[in-house]
């Protein structure tokens, strides 16, 4: 390990993996698989920190910036508990619904602006008249701000 990535693993907790997750992987660590993304799947079995996670804890080491969207659909399903066998010890394959990983774009120019945004390039669509406010004695406002009962 370089300097660099000695550095990088002590001061971010978002690249990769942590000092403490190397430590503990190496620990207590059974390597279950990796997926496309070059992400690594472990488990520990046994007495745990926190007995509220169950008989088995699960973890994932990313590959690159830490983002639960890169996990596959197959692999979060293990993670979240939600099947017991991992996709590398059967058959998988994702069902035909089931779409490739997307990166999450929020916050590059590639990311999602609705209609009416102020970053979008549409223009908003006119209001049409039909909002009727909401009123904390349970009347509404007519025209001009004048109450109606």
């Given at each position: 390990m370089t300097v660099k990535e000695f550095l990088l693993q002590f001061f971010t907790w978002w690249n990769g993996q942590t000092l403490g997750t190397r430590f503990y992987t190496w620990r207590h660590g059974q390597f279950v698989g990796e997926d496309e993304f070059g992400n690594k799947y472990y488990r520990a079995q046994g007495p745990l920190i926190d007995p509220s996670a169950g008989p088995e804890r699960r973890w994932v080491i990313y590959n690159g910036e830490?983002?639960?969207?890169?996990?596959?659909?197959?692999?979060?399903?293990?993670?979240?508990?939600?099947?017991?066998?991992?996709?590398?010890?059967?058959?998988?394959?994702?069902?035909?619904?089931?779409?490739?990983?997307?990166?999450?774009?929020?916050?590059?120019?590639?990311?999602?602006?609705?209609r009416g945004s102020l970053l979008a390039e549409a223009q908003r669509p006119a209001a049409t008249g039909d909002y009727v406010p909401w009123t904390p004695e349970g009347q509404t406002a007519g025209p001009q701000g004048t109450k109606t009962y």
């Open positions: 830490a983002d639960f969207s890169r996990v596959p659909p197959g692999w979060r399903g293990w993670l979240t508990h939600t099947v017991d066998v991992p996709p590398s010890q059967e058959d998988y394959r994702p069902r035909e619904w089931q779409k490739p990983h997307l990166p999450n774009m929020t916050g590059t120019p590639y990311a999602y602006r609705p």
